[in-house]
T-cell receptor, first 113, second 114 residues
Framework: QKEVEQDPGPLSVPEGAIVSLNCTYS??????FMWYRQYSRKGPELLMY????GNKEDGRFTAQVDKSSKYISLFIRDSQPSDSATYLC?????????????FGTGTRLLVSP | DAGVTQSPTHLIKTRGQQVTLRCSPK?????VSWYQQALGQGPQFIFQ???????QRGNFPDRFSGHQFPNYSSELNVNALLLGDSALYLC?????????????FGQGTRLTVV
């Protein structure tokens, strides 16, 4: 079993839809949770960074962490064709010091006009 | 403010050869991590450098080695290349000593081994 599980998709939605992306994990020591967006043939771009359980909002993006269920989500409101990309969840045990990120496989999102 | 820069962007090598990839961290960052991303997969942690020393290492063979220079830039070396080493190699920089653990990635180097 992988430490982080993520549905690879693709997830296809019409423009303006609310998108829900999810990851589950098995390592209860994970405390820091991140979402990255990766366009084709580019490096990952950090979207959201959260610590422990709770919600965090930034513009059209909302990240949720439920540590009791080992489940994290990213919601995208009013999705746009420019949101079409692969979304990677990443986690680490430590937020400071020397930490490594453990990634999911990524979910490919397609937003059609 | 320049972000994380990597060179070269693309590289084709033959099995058995050696390769060196380079990374310059984001301004103000002192820690560099390297990741390997195979097609259709998430990035896998190779190792991390801080103060010119390897601080953490993932599950990669000794063929993968690195170096960090006094200006915080870094190199990733891979010896005796295998076909399975074909991947996007990503460099990420951060500054955990400043209480900021957010990791920022470069655009990657796409290595093809033939």
């Amino acid at each position: 079993q992988k430490e982080v599980e993520q549905d690879p998709g693709p997830l296809s939605v019409p423009e303006g839809a609310i998108v829900s992306l999810n990851c589950t994990y098995s390592n209860s020591a994970f405390q820091y949770f991140m979402w990255y967006r990766q366009y084709s043939r580019k490096g990952p771009e950090l979207l959201m960074y959260t610590y422990s359980s709770g919600n965090k909002e930034d513009g059209r993006f909302t990240a949720q962490v439920d540590k009791s269920s080992k489940y994290i989500s990213l919601f995208i409101r009013d999705s746009q064709p420019s949101d079409s990309a692969t979304y990677l969840c990443a986690m680490s045990e430590r937020g400071t010091g020397f930490q490594k990120l453990v990634f999911g496989t990524g979910t490919r999102l397609l937003v059609s006009p | 403010d320049a972000g994380v820069t990597q060179s070269p962007t693309h590289l084709i090598k033959t099995r058995g050869q050696q390769v060196t990839l380079r990374c310059s961290p984001k301004s103000g960052h002192d820690t560099v991590s390297w990741y390997q991303q195979a097609l259709g997969q998430g990035p896998q942690f190779i190792f991390q450098y801080y103060e010119e020393e390897e601080r953490q290492r993932g599950n990669f063979p000794d063929r993968f080695s690195g170096h960090q220079f006094p200006n915080y830039s870094s190199e990733l070396n891979v010896n005796a290349l295998l076909l399975g080493d074909s991947a996007l190699y990503l460099c990420a920089s951060s500054s955990p000593g400043q209480g900021n653990a957010e990791a920022f990635f470069g655009q990657g180097t796409r290595l093809t081994v033939v």
